[in-house]
């Protein structure tokens, strides 16, 4: 998962991970259900790729509801996926699992994969360029129409509803044990240390990423969710 510096995950912030957000767990239940949705149709035996995977959070969930798929992780902090690894081994699923320290363009040459999850991943990249890169390079691991869901914030600070939206959230950040000061900093990183385009421009970014089908499948205030399919 490629990360802004202020967002290097060490040792410490990746053991605090998991817990810092599970207040907010319902949330992304339904992005894990949706993901599970879209990717429905996937034969039996498919081979996904879960970049920037984090702890695990959505390959424990899609390898227990198709037990017959295969993963590749991806992820470039050694801390992360270090849990992920553990959490692997602890469900039984590590003959089903191929994990790459790194990103998507350091990966061994293989077969293409039917699917590809990024979920909280390319908003890190700032430069519109690199994000669009970021998504090309999944395209370029993809079958032609092969399917990408992919999750980020996005969204304009000059939208009429951002202020309705911000008061919404704000509480939510504070569940999570963030201090005033502290929720302060993260409205202020966004469009700063985290990318915040429209859902439009995002959306447009992906298909000039190679993929077409391109569909805003959901909205969670300011978290956004796609799918879309690589351009055969």
């Given amino acids: 998962m490629a990360r802004t510096r202020e967002f290097t995950f060490d040792a410490e912030r990746a053991a605090k991970y998991d817990g810092m957000f599970a207040p907010m767990s319902p949330l992304k239940g ?10 429905a149709d996937l034969p039996d035996g498919a081979r996904v790729m879960s ?10 969930y899609l390898a227990a509801a ?25 469900a039984g ?9 790194g990103v998507v363009p350091t990966l061994p040459a293989g077969p293409p994969h039917d699917a590809a999850v990024a979920h909280f991943v390319s908003h890190f990249l ?25 999750a980020d914030i996005a969204g304009s600070k000059a939208e009429a509803d951002w202020p309705a939206m911000v008061r919404l959230f704000d509480p939510g950040l504070a569940l999570c044990g963030m201090d005033e000061s502290a929720r302060a900093d993260y409205w202020t990183s966004l469009g700063r240390d985290v990318a915040l385009q429209s859902v439009g421009e995002v ?10 089908q391109v569909t805003h ?13 690589r351009a055969g």
Avoid: K, N, Y
Wanted: hydrophobic share 50%; with cysteine.
């Fill in 30 to 39: 339904a992005l894990h259900l949706l993901t599970r949705l879209a990717l």
């Fill in 51 to 60: 970049v920037g995977a984090g702890t695990g959070s959505e390959l424990m």
């Fill in 66 to 90: 198709f037990p017959s798929w295969r993963f590749t992780v991806v992820e470039p902090s050694a801390p992360m996926l270090e849990i992920c690894r553990a959490r692997i081994a602890e």
């Fill in 93 to 101: 699923i590590g003959e089903r699992c191929t994990l790459h320290e």
């Fill in 126 to 150: 700032v430069e519109p360029g690199s994000r669009q890169a970021f998504f090309a390079d999944i395209a370029a691991r993809l079958a032609p129409g092969g399917h990408l869901v992919a």
């Fill in 203 to 212: 959306s447009a970014l992906i298909g000039a990423a190679g993929f077409e």
């Fill in 217 to 229: 499948m959901c909205r969670m205030l300011h978290m956004h969710g796609w799918h879309a399919r």
